[in-house]
């Protein structure tokens, strides 16, 4: 069964501070790896789409990387406005598109 | 261009009544995905319909229902309403089947009392 963990749950960080969020799969045959922010109140929005090992895409203050067991968003020098929940998915081909849980990230000015 | 669309946005339902929520996709997408989401198990994936077929569906019970409509609109119901489908209901669209990018809407929260 293809699964996806994120970790860590919640990560509060001072306005500056660099962190990475990790995401681990267990997918047979990953064919996408996606990235996406959720706001509060809000539905999830589309932020990268990663396919092959060694593959990074950039985007403002986030960086995301892909091996093949395990995915991280790294966000340099961190805003306030960037505090959201970050969700990764994964896609075998076999079955839709599945999401972890989440990390919570809380940027303090 | 306008995004994805869903109706009602908040709605509170009794054990036992049914419910049915309304997603209207971007223009020109044919692909329509539901979701489940909750605090303990995160984004839940129910069903897809593209023109109209179903092309996949969740590990839910099948009190839960979509279809899609020729204009790619797409509706779910649940019915029999149990206190555990308190949720957030996520309608996603895309231009063609999964995956690729999914444009999600706001979301139809449903309190079960």
């Known amino acids: 069964e293809d699964q996806v963990t994120q970790s860590p749950e919640a990560l509060r960080l001072q306005e500056g501070e660099s962190s990475s969020l990790n995401c681990s799969y267990t997918?047979?045959?990953?064919?996408?790896l996606f990235w996406y922010r959720q706001d509060p109140g809000k539905g999830p929005e589309f932020l990268f789409t990663?396919?092959?090992a060694g593959e990074e895409k950039e985007k403002e203050r986030l960086k995301a990387t892909l091996t093949k067991k395990e995915s991280f968003l790294h966000i340099t020098a961190p805003k306030p406005e960037d505090s959201a929940t970050y969700l990764c998915?994964?896609?075998?081909?076999?079955?839709?598109?599945?999401f972890g849980k989440g990390t919570r990230l809380s940027v303090i000015a | 261009k306008a995004g994805v669309t869903q109706t009602p946005r908040y709605l509170i339902k009794t054990r036992g009544q049914q419910v049915t929520l309304s997603c209207s996709p971007i223009?020109?997408?044919?692909?329509v995905s539901w979701y489940q989401q909750t605090p303990g198990q995160g984004l839940q994936f129910l069903f897809e319909?593209?023109?109209?077929?179903?092309?996949n569906k969740g590990n839910f019970p099948g009190r839960f229902s979509g279809r899609q409509f020729s204009n790619s609109r797409s509706e779910m119901n649940v019915s029999t309403l149990e206190l555990g489908d308190s949720a957030l209901y996520l309608c996603?669209?895309?231009?063609?089947?999964?995956?690729?990018?999914?444009?999600f809407g706001e979301g139809s929260r449903l309190t079960v009392l």
């Open positions: 998915a994964a896609f075998s081909g076999n079955t839709p598109l599945v």
């Open positions: 223009s020109g997408h044919r692909s």
């Open positions: 997918v047979s045959g990953l064919r996408g």
């Open positions: 996603a669209s895309s231009f063609q089947s999964q995956p690729g990018e999914l444009f």
């Open positions: 990663l396919y092959s």
């Open positions: 319909y593209f023109s109209e077929t179903q092309r």
